[in-house]
């Protein structure tokens, strides 16, 4: 059966930087893309940016172009998420979910807390 | 990409049909026949109703449905249960595999 775990939660200071592992199974790892969604506390579902774990290529959303790195290790069926110069807005819930124009299966979510 | 637009809160009672809009443009909702739709109960992971406008995951009870028109999108739930009540987000292709949700609505089985 098809699962998605993610990696156990973190605290980070302010300006660290955080990476988010969440490893596949159940599946072939390379046929489907994966996304990266977060939820602040109480707010709403905000899209990242997406994987396609086949070649590696990426796509963005603008507000964390500059600050955010995807990655895959296809021998894994793994990816990962870094987010780097942390600031207090960015504690939430981060998930990652297969897809591509409809997000199936999704990981439990990892909580990143950011505080001083 | 600003967030689609979704009405905060809409309720109905148990058996009543409930629907709820996801208004976005035409570079987004108005522009790919990609609109999503999930399910959050509180403290669990969203879980997938809709795709592609119109089609329903298996699993996903038929009294979900999904349509499209213009800029917005549609949610409908035929027969509101308790087990309902929950919030939905929506979600649309954006172009060059960008995506952006819906603001959500918290929906209430009165």
């Known amino acids: 059966q098809v699962q998605v775990v993610q990696s156990g939660a973190e605290v980070k200071k302010p300006g660290a930087s955080v990476r988010v592992s969440c490893k596949a199974s159940?599946?072939?790892?390379?046929?489907?893309?994966m996304h990266w969604v977060r939820q602040a506390p109480g707010q709403g579902l905000e899209w990242m940016g997406i994987?396609?774990?086949?070649?590696?290529?990426?796509t963005y959303a603008q507000k964390f172009q500059d600050r955010v790195t995807m990655t895959r290790d296809t021998s894994t069926s793994t990816v990962y998420m870094e987010l780097s110069s942390l600031r207090s807005e960015d504690t939430a819930m981060y998930y990652c979910?297969?897809?591509?124009?409809?997000?199936?299966?999704w990981g439990q979510g990892t909580l990143v807390t950011v505080s001083s | 990409q600003s967030a689609l637009t979704q009405p905060r809160s809409v309720s109905g009672s148990p058996g009543q049909s409930v629907t709820i809009s996801c208004t976005g443009t035409?570079?987004?909702?108005?522009?790919?026949?990609?609109v999503s739709w999930y399910q959050q109960h509180p403290g669990k992971a969203p879980k997938l109703m809709i795709y592609?406008?119109?089609k329903r995951p298996s699993g996903v009870p038929d009294r979900f449905s999904g349509s499209k028109s213009g800029n917005t999108a549609s949610l409908t739930i035929s027969g509101l249960q308790a087990e309902d009540e929950a919030d939905y987000y929506c979600?649309?292709?954006?172009?060059?595999?960008?995506?952006?949700f819906g603001t959500g609505t918290e929906v209430t089985a009165l």
């Open positions: 979910a297969r897809g591509e124009y409809g997000l199936d299966y």
């Open positions: 159940g599946y072939t790892f390379t046929r489907y893309y």
């Open positions: 994987i396609n774990p086949s070649g590696g290529g990426t």
């Open positions: 035409s570079s987004d909702v108005g522009g790919y026949n990609y």
């Open positions: 592609d406008v119109s």
């Open positions: 979600c649309s292709h954006a172009g060059s595999y960008t995506y952006v």
